[in-house]
């Protein structure tokens, strides 16, 4: 649903001139809160207020200061009084790759979801901006933002990120510009905190050959070569489950135990969180295959770092506009 559909009650504010923001707005939400579908329902509520109270704005500020005045609110009042999104490495040892260890399933609101490309990042605009914007979606960067207080996190992104100055930070916040790089100052020694696993990766910047011998691994199912592309403390997880894995040689022996229902897959391309990602489809009984997972990689230094399977197909396919089914005659990549 676009702003234009919604009739303005004040005619002060262009929805045109909203929508242009849509993308941004909805990449900081997205940090802010560690959903995709909270955030799209977050900007929605922006474009909303927006409309409907255009005289509060006025031209006395800049259109997109004043929106992230909006959201900031938006998203603190949405955070108030909630548990923080968390990914499985924060919250328990790693496991053996034995199938009883699986667990029970958490709700969605446990974990940290992933988000499209598509939805956050610009269409074009320079080159390094946008590459800073993607490393800045990625998984462990906006997991290690959950671990801030709501404020903290504000600062932090509209500071290092959108770059706001202090000065229009502490309007946007009601606050004092003493304040604000107090809370950046705690924030930045948060994050510096964190133990190396819960950390973003530094990325390299070609990886089209690494990821074509791993869609060719994962298709054939040859579990000797896959590994071979892995660290050697590569990480595994599969949310909702709050099991993890940590190290190649429990990721290959969960593949060919408790994970021999891949074999067969298929993999459709995608981008998630600046990194990676695919549609992962298994055979399906019926014919064809169904989806089975989004599948996410982190990668460094030539290798894969992370592979992170979300099970939440039903909601997330139609999020990646990834097919509901693939037909039987589906070609290997």
């Given at each position: ?50 409309l ?9 500020s800049s ?13 603190l ?79 932090l ?15 946007q ?5 003493a ?74 022996a ?9 074999r ?32 996410v ?37």
């Open positions: 649903m676009t702003v234009s559909a919604v009739p303005s009650t004040r005619g002060l504010v262009d929805p045109d001139d909203l929508e242009q923001h849509r993308r941004e707005l909805t990449g900081y939400c997205y940090r802010m809160l560690g959903s995709a579908f909270e955030a799209e329902d977050a900007v929605q509520e922006v474009m909303l207020r927006a409907r109270s255009g005289d509060s704005f006025a031209g006395r259109l997109r200061s004043w929106l992230y005045r909006i959201a900031t609110n938006i998203c009042d949405m955070l108030r009084g909630r548990k923080r999104r968390a990914w499985p490495v924060a919250i328990g040892a790693p496991s053996p790759p034995e199938p009883h260890l699986l667990g029970p399933l958490l709700p969605e609101h446990t974990w940290v979801s992933p988000v499209a490309d598509a939805t956050v990042l610009p269409e074009d605009g320079d080159p390094a901006d946008i590459a800073e914007a993607r490393e800045t979606i990625k998984l462990a960067f906006v997991t290690a933002l959950q671990q801030l207080s709501g404020r903290q996190r504000a600062v992104v509209l500071n290092q990120v959108l770059r706001f100055d202090a000065a229009e930070i502490a309007e916040l009601d606050t004092t510009v304040a604000v790089y107090s809370a950046l100052q705690r924030a930045r020694a948060r994050l510096g905190a964190l133990p190396a696993e819960q950390r973003p990766h530094d990325v390299g910047a070609d990886q089209a050959g690494l990821l074509a011998r791993y869609v060719d691994a994962f298709e054939r199912y040859d579990i000797e070569a896959l590994v071979d592309l892995l660290h050697a403390d590569a990480i595994q997880s599969m949310p909702p489950y709050a099991i993890w894995m940590r190290g190649a040689a429990d990721i290959g969960w593949m060919l135990g408790p994970g021999a229902g891949c067969s897959s298929r993999l459709i391309p995608t981008a998630a969180n600046g990194s990676p990602a695919f549609g992962q489809y298994r055979t399906d009984p019926a014919g064809g295959y169904a989806p089975w997972a989004l599948n990689l982190q990668i460094a230094d030539g290798r894969i770092a992370e592979l992170t399977f979300f099970l939440d197909t039903a909601r997330l396919f139609p999020l990646f506009g990834l097919p509901a089914h693939l037909p039987a005659a589906a070609p290997a990549h």
